[in-house]
Nanobody
Framework: QVQLVESGGGSVQAGGSLRLSCAVS????????MGWFRQAPGKEREWVAA????????SYADSVKGRFTISYDNAEKTLYLLMNSLKSEDTAMYYC???????????????????WGQGTQVTVSS
């Protein structure tokens, strides 16, 4: 059974940094697409970043490009999202997902994913 467990969320002041983690278990494939999504209250879920675990190729939403970095530690089977220069508009619940149907971030589009984590809250105060 596939499980994704996020951690690392919290409260931070604008301009600060956080690193989210997503521990993956139960996957038998070595190459698949994983991603980070976020959802703020009253807003639709936004696709933030994607990574293909095999070649390590990445894709980002324009809203986070240059500030966020997605990475994957194959030995630890953990997906990360390093978030720098945080803004109040980054406040949201953040979710990791695995086995995405697409691995190129497109604004306004959320691909099917076979597994989701429970989410971790990020709050940025200005």
């Amino acid at each position: 059974q596939v499980q994704l467990v996020e951690s690392g969320g919290g409260s931070v002041q604008a301009g600060g940094s956080l690193r989210l983690s997503c521990a993956v278990s139960g996957y038998t494939y070595s190459n698949y697409c994983m991603g980070w999504f976020r959802q703020a209250p009253g807003k639709e879920r936004e696709w933030v970043a994607a990574l293909y675990t095999g070649p390590g190729s990445t894709s980002y939403a324009d809203s986070v490009k240059g500030r966020f970095t997605i990475s994957y530690d194959n030995a630890e089977k953990t997906l990360y999202l390093l978030m720098n220069s945080l803004k109040s508009e980054d406040t949201a619940m953040y979710y990791c997902a695995a086995d995405l149907a697409s691995c190129t971030v497109v604004a306004g589009y959320a691909p099917f994913a076979s597994s989701w984590g429970q989410g971790t809250q990020v709050t940025v105060s200005s």
